[in-house]
């Protein structure tokens, strides 16, 4: 039923009049603790309309930022159920450097997390999403260029192997 669900919303998002929209709610999503990338969103607008570059990375940067604050208030909030963890070397490390932690927002797998607990530790919003915002933008502008240079054909190889692998499944 999960499956089905996240099947329609990616068809959805994936109508080339929501292209734009379609990567915001992605990049805001996927800056959330939920686990989903927004860089293939990215790059397949910008790779079906070369154009879109600088809207498709700002429009993520501007989600995927905004995501972040978001996970920042959860932490903001959440202290309770963090109290345990206070001792960890991330809090002392987060207390230490402050608000500039943020530009490692984009790193996969701690970034989204490293959000919360800025919030839990109560950085100052504005410099932590600052820092966000640039920590994010740099992450989108350079996958995006260096996954530009890779040539067409891989790209077609590559979905003719997923294709593939996909008909053989079901």
Do not use: Q
């Not at 600052?130 to 077609?156: C, E, N």
């Amino acid at each position: 039923m999960i499956e089905s669900a996240v099947l329609w919303l990616l068809k959805l998002l994936a109508a080339p009049a929501v292209g734009l929209s379609s990567v915001f709610v992605i990049a805001f999503v996927s800056a959330t603790l939920v686990p989903l990338g927004s860089e293939p969103a990215v790059f397949a607008v910008i790779k079906a309309n070369p154009a879109m570059f600088w809207p498709a990375i700002l429009v993520a940067t501007l989600g995927n930022t905004l995501g972040g604050a978001l996970d920042y208030f959860i932490g903001y909030r959440a202290k309770v159920a963090f109290a345990k963890e206070r001792k960890s070397r991330w809090f002392a490390w987060l207390a230490r450097y402050g608000a500039k932690t943020m530009l490692l927002s984009w790193v996969p797998g701690i970034g989204d997390p490293l959000c919360t607990l800025g919030g839990w530790l109560h950085l100052p919003f504005w410099p932590s999403l600052g820092y966000m915002a640039i920590g994010k933008f740099m992450r989108y502008l350079t996958m995006t260029a260096a996954l530009l240079y890779v040539p067409d054909s891989f790209w077609k190889k590559l979905a003719e192997m997923v294709n593939n692998f996909w008909h053989m499944l079901f």
